[in-house]
């Protein structure tokens, strides 16, 4: 039986991959921010001359507060598993290790997991259905079997739930204490502006308190807008009320440029980066730290975004390319992979009726496996869809071919009983006596042998022996007793020699007779006259007097091949000129051909089917011997019919 490894192995290889658009980085909004971060510092420059020395540097207003995503913990990079291609028991086991795993990191290989696993269990519920429906039970009153696999599986699946659920609720216990750090800063720094005579004296604790706000993560969406414009109006409060002098905003500004500076240098520096990706989140970092950093003198601010956004642009297009071209890819190995299912779709197994016509086509099979397992992944959903449309086909041939081999296999049984009941009736009659009526009774039960259809080869030689080791032990018997007619066979191998004496000296000659052909005529007709030879020279002197009339068949042209050829040749030209009466021909000559190289195939199988001969010859081997020479000889000239319309075209 034939073992279905793409079904086993293949998978199609389902993509990995999820279709990305590299995102543009807008920090519109950040110089906006610096903007009135500059200005409130410019107004409160002129409107407060006696600023204290001691005065530290201003902290710019951040822009309204990003969202950031918490870290998943790093794991070992871990080659990709082609999930479709594992049994139930082997998903089981992959789903307990990811449960073993951090579960944040986990999501997208337990989806894969969980379909893989309900596509195997679905076809099974099907299965089980199908035969619960076979036994004439009713549809309403079916239920699947429990499966000891599954109950497993789901028992993972909720350890995954649960820990999926702990996890959110510690997160959201951490957001839910941060938002109280957050609410207790804001009120600190609220109230640095109780003291509004020495709020320059406070700067360096609004600064603490700044980055202590910054460092804190994530509050809970409902509260996030609120706490930001909270923060935002103490610290604007703050500044509103600060008295910065102008040398303390120029150094200000001065340490920005630096930072800023070299964040341009960092970004430009990204376009060396090999890595498209990699280059891409360092680039969301740079932008983070862009937005955080404060302001720089209005007159360098316009020239200093443009640099960092052309390196940032340079950046963006290459990874937006970078997704482009993949997706081109994932679209030429789609056509690819739709070209493979109708190719497969195409093969019928309506015409397979031997073992040789399975093989043939199965490795047309395994060869478009073979062709699909090199062709990269196409988008998720269409890489699925295909995969699933290719294995579909594979599966509907190898259950057909299975189910042929079981049909074959009881042919096979069923015939060997027969020709055994055969061998059990010719046992019985070996030793009988009565001549006429026991020849007539073991020819009878020959011809219903040679009715009877092939056994496997590990029973044919075997039954084949027993058999004609019957029939041979009782005309040995008969052939004892009837001796007499020996001396007949006798005279008539010596005519049967004589005519095969007589072809020799037509060959022999200097040159052919006219007549020769009409000679071989008389001999054939002599020949056929003469009766019987002793049994243990008729294959021999047969096979020299076939080979005689074969020669003189071919160089004599008895069959009026090449009078033939030369008059289709005339025929030919004769249609010249009229392409429709030439194209019709050739479809009829084709269409016998193909009949021929068919009718050639079936004899060709069936020889396979003669592993055994009796002792003394076999004429049915003989006769399919004879009737394959004929059909390639028919196929030669058909071949070379086509070959001579093809070159009057």
């Given at each position: 039986m034939e073992t279905r490894d793409m079904n086993e192995k293949l998978e199609n290889n389902v993509s990995q991959n999820a279709e990305q658009t590299a995102p543009v980085v807008d920090n519109s909004a950040v110089e906006n921010d610096e903007v009135v971060a500059e200005e409130q510092a410019a107004q409160v420059s002129e409107q407060v001359k006696e600023a204290p020395v001691e005065t530290p540097a201003v902290e710019q207003s951040a822009p309204e507060e990003p969202v950031v995503q918490e870290p998943v913990q790093d794991e070992p990079a871990r080659d990709p598993i082609d999930y479709a291609s594992l049994g139930k028991d082997e998903l089981v086991e992959e789903l307990r290790k990811l449960s073993e795993r951090a579960v944040e990191s986990i999501k997208d290989e337990v989806t894969q997991v969980k379909a893989a696993f309900y596509a195997i269990r679905k076809d099974e519920v099907a299965a089980e259905k199908a035969a619960f429906l076979e036994k004439g039970n009713e549809e309403a009153a079916f239920a699947p079997l429990d499966d000891d696999a599954e109950t497993t599986f789901k028992e993972l699946l909720n350890v995954i739930k649960e820990k999926r659920a702990e996890l959110v609720a510690a997160r959201e216990n951490v957001k839910r204490e941060n938002l109280e750090k957050k609410t207790n800063i804001i009120e600190s720094i609220n109230r640095l502006t109780d003291d509004p005579d020495n709020i320059n004296r406070q700067y360096s604790k609004l600064q603490q308190l700044q980055q202590e706000f910054k460092a804190v993560g994530e509050v809970p969406a409902t509260d996030a807008t609120d706490v930001w414009k909270n923060y935002q109006k103490a610290v604007e409060k703050f500044y509103d009320l600060l008295k910065m002098n102008k040398e303390?905003?120029?150094?200000?500004?001065?340490?920005?440029?630096?930072?800023?500076?070299?964040?341009?240098?960092?970004?430009?520096?990204?376009?060396?980066?090999?890595?498209?990706?990699?280059?891409?989140?360092?680039?969301?970092?740079?932008?983070?730290?862009?937005?955080?950093t404060g302001p720089v003198a209005k007159d360098l601010r316009e020239d200093l975004w443009a640099r960092f956004k052309n390196a940032s642009s340079v950046v963006n297009k290459k990874y937006q390319a970078f997704f482009e071209e993949r997706k081109a890819n994932e679209k030429m190995n789609a056509d690819a992979k739709e070209a493979l299912c109708e190719r497969i779709e195409q093969i019928s197994t309506e015409n397979l009726k031997s073992y040789a016509a399975w093989d043939e086509v199965t490795k047309q099979i395994i060869g478009l496996q073979d062709e699909w397992k090199k062709l990269g992944f196409a988008s998720r959903r269409l890489n699925n869809e295909l995969f699933t449309r290719f294995r579909k086909k594979c599966d509907e041939f190898f259950a057909q071919k299975a189910e042929f081999f079981k049909k074959m296999k009881e042919d096979l049984a069923a015939n060997l009983a027969r020709k055994n009941e055969l061998c059990e009736k010719a046992e019985a009659l070996?030793?009988?006596?009565?001549?006429?009526?026991?020849?007539?009774?073991?020819?009878?039960?020959?011809?219903?042998?040679?009715?009877?259809?092939?056994?496997?080869?590990?029973?044919?030689?075997?039954?084949?022996?027993?058999?004609?080791?019957?029939?041979?032990?009782?005309f040995e018997q008969k052939k004892k007793q009837t001796s007499g007619t020996r001396a007949a066979e006798h005279e008539n191998l010596k005519a049967k020699k004589a005519i095969i004496a007589k072809l020799k000296e037509i060959f022999a000659a200097d040159e052919t007779p006219e007549d020769a052909p009409q000679q071989v005529r008389n001999l054939m007709d002599e020949w056929q006259q003469i009766g019987h030879v002793p049994y243990k020279e008729k294959d021999k002197l047969y096979a020299a007097y076939r080979e005689l009339i074969d020669k003189a068949f071919d160089e004599l042209d008895m069959r009026g091949t090449r009078a033939r050829m030369a008059h289709f040749e005339r025929s030919v030209r004769e249609m010249d000129g009229n392409g429709d009466k030439m194209s019709r021909e050739r479809e009829r000559l084709v269409r016998a051909y193909e009949q021929k190289c068919g009718e050639l195939k079936t004899y060709e199988n069936n020889m396979g089917f003669f592993s055994a001969r009796s002792k003394d010859g076999n004429s049915i081997v003989k006769e399919m011997e004879r009737k394959i020479a004929n059909l390639k000889e028919e196929i030669v000239a058909l071949e070379q019919k086509i070959k001579i319309l093809d070159e009057n075209a």
């Open positions: 303390l905003r120029d150094y200000d500004f001065k340490k920005n440029l630096e930072i800023k500076q070299q964040l341009c240098a960092e970004a430009e520096a990204l376009d060396d980066e090999p890595d498209v990706v990699a280059a891409f989140k360092k680039l969301q970092d740079l932008h983070t730290n862009w937005r955080e070996k030793d009988s006596t009565d001549w006429k009526a026991t020849t007539d009774a073991l020819v009878a039960l020959q011809k219903e042998w040679k009715t009877i259809g092939p056994v496997s080869k590990k029973h044919s030689d075997a039954v084949w022996k027993r058999f004609i080791t019957a029939c041979d032990s009782f």
